[in-house]
Protein backbone atom coordinates (compact mmCIF):
# COMPACT_ATOMS: atom_id res chain seq x y z
CA UNK A 1 0.00 0.00 0.00
CA UNK A 2 1.28 3.27 -0.94
CA UNK A 3 0.91 5.85 1.62
CA UNK A 4 1.40 10.05 1.50
CA UNK A 5 2.09 12.34 4.47
CA UNK A 6 2.20 15.30 4.40
CA UNK A 7 4.41 17.81 6.71
CA UNK A 8 5.44 21.23 7.29
CA UNK A 9 3.95 24.48 9.85
CA UNK A 10 0.17 25.19 10.37
CA UNK A 11 0.95 29.02 10.12
CA UNK A 12 2.46 31.30 8.05
CA UNK A 13 2.70 34.63 8.02
CA UNK A 14 2.01 36.86 5.23
CA UNK A 15 4.14 37.74 2.35
CA UNK A 16 6.26 34.56 3.82
CA UNK A 17 6.79 31.10 2.10
CA UNK A 18 4.59 28.60 2.73
CA UNK A 19 6.48 25.42 2.89
CA UNK A 20 5.21 21.80 2.73
CA UNK A 21 6.56 18.10 1.79
CA UNK A 22 5.49 15.28 1.67
CA UNK A 23 6.71 11.84 2.40
CA UNK A 24 5.80 8.87 0.58
CA UNK A 25 6.33 4.78 1.25
CA UNK A 26 5.65 1.95 -0.50
CA UNK A 27 6.53 2.93 -3.60
CA UNK A 28 9.67 5.24 -5.46
CA UNK A 29 8.92 8.65 -6.32
CA UNK A 30 11.12 8.07 -9.65
CA UNK A 31 10.12 4.79 -10.89
CA UNK A 32 7.76 4.18 -14.14
CA UNK A 33 4.43 6.68 -14.82
CA UNK A 34 4.07 8.94 -11.66
CA UNK A 35 2.44 12.70 -11.28
CA UNK A 36 3.26 13.45 -7.40
CA UNK A 37 0.77 16.04 -6.76
CA UNK A 38 -0.03 19.18 -4.61
CA UNK A 39 -3.94 20.05 -4.55
CA UNK A 40 -5.45 22.53 -1.92
CA UNK A 41 -8.45 23.13 -0.65
CA UNK A 42 -9.64 26.65 0.74
CA UNK A 43 -12.55 27.20 3.34
CA UNK A 44 -15.66 26.55 1.68
CA UNK A 45 -14.56 26.40 -1.93
CA UNK A 46 -13.42 23.11 -3.85
CA UNK A 47 -10.19 21.06 -4.73
CA UNK A 48 -7.67 23.60 -6.50
CA UNK A 49 -4.89 21.49 -8.37
CA UNK A 50 -1.59 23.36 -7.90
CA UNK A 51 1.23 21.63 -9.52
CA UNK A 52 2.96 18.17 -9.86
CA UNK A 53 6.68 16.64 -10.43
CA UNK A 54 5.65 13.99 -13.20
CA UNK A 55 8.18 11.53 -15.06
CA UNK A 56 8.32 14.15 -18.19
CA UNK A 57 8.54 17.62 -15.92
CA UNK A 58 7.45 19.95 -13.72
CA UNK A 59 3.71 21.85 -13.76
CA UNK A 60 2.40 24.18 -12.39
CA UNK A 61 -0.86 25.83 -12.45
CA UNK A 62 -1.16 29.18 -14.42
CA UNK A 63 -2.29 31.30 -11.38
CA UNK A 64 0.15 30.26 -9.02
CA UNK A 65 3.36 29.68 -11.88
CA UNK A 66 5.21 32.97 -10.49
CA UNK A 67 5.38 31.83 -7.21
CA UNK A 68 4.76 28.30 -6.97
CA UNK A 69 8.12 25.94 -6.75
CA UNK A 70 7.84 21.80 -6.64
CA UNK A 71 10.85 19.79 -5.76
CA UNK A 72 12.05 16.26 -5.27
CA UNK A 73 14.58 14.56 -2.73
CA UNK A 74 14.62 10.82 -4.04
CA UNK A 75 17.10 10.33 -1.16
CA UNK A 76 14.28 10.68 0.90
CA UNK A 77 11.54 9.36 -0.88
CA UNK A 78 9.88 12.86 -0.85
CA UNK A 79 8.88 15.70 -2.82
CA UNK A 80 7.93 19.52 -2.02
CA UNK A 81 5.88 22.43 -2.35
CA UNK A 82 6.84 26.45 -2.05
CA UNK A 83 4.40 28.58 -2.56
CA UNK A 84 6.08 32.20 -1.93
CA UNK A 85 4.21 35.85 -1.20
CA UNK A 86 1.66 34.12 0.56
CA UNK A 87 -1.54 35.85 1.45
CA UNK A 88 -4.99 35.10 3.28
CA UNK A 89 -6.14 33.69 0.68
CA UNK A 90 -3.52 30.94 0.25
CA UNK A 91 -5.28 29.44 3.61
CA UNK A 92 -6.25 26.25 2.87
CA UNK A 93 -6.39 22.11 3.73
CA UNK A 94 -3.04 20.73 1.36
CA UNK A 95 -3.11 17.49 -0.04
CA UNK A 96 -0.35 15.89 -1.76
CA UNK A 97 -1.70 13.02 -4.23
CA UNK A 98 -0.33 10.75 -6.65
CA UNK A 99 -1.37 9.73 -10.57
CA UNK A 100 -0.12 6.52 -12.54
CA UNK A 101 -0.40 5.57 -15.98
CA UNK A 102 -3.40 2.84 -14.42
CA UNK A 103 -4.85 5.61 -12.53
CA UNK A 104 -5.25 8.56 -15.34
CA UNK A 105 -7.00 10.58 -14.81
CA UNK A 106 -7.95 9.99 -11.59
CA UNK A 107 -5.62 9.61 -8.21
CA UNK A 108 -4.25 6.36 -6.91
CA UNK A 109 -3.73 7.79 -3.48
CA UNK A 110 -3.93 10.89 -1.04
CA UNK A 111 -2.19 12.35 1.88
CA UNK A 112 -4.59 13.36 4.64
CA UNK A 113 -4.14 16.70 4.08
CA UNK A 114 -2.60 19.34 6.34
CA UNK A 115 -4.02 22.56 7.10
CA UNK A 116 -2.59 25.94 6.33
CA UNK A 117 -3.90 29.32 7.58
CA UNK A 118 -1.83 32.54 7.07
CA UNK A 119 -1.92 35.12 9.30
CA UNK A 120 -0.05 37.68 11.07
Known amino acids: QVQLQESGPGLVKPSQTLSLTCTVS??????????WTWIRQPPGKGLEWMGA??????YVSPSLKSRTSISVDTSKNQFSLQLSSVTPEDTAVYYC?????????????WGQGTQVTVSS
Open 97 to 109: AKRSESSWPRYDF
Open 26 to 35: GASITAGFYA
Open 53 to 58: IAYDGT
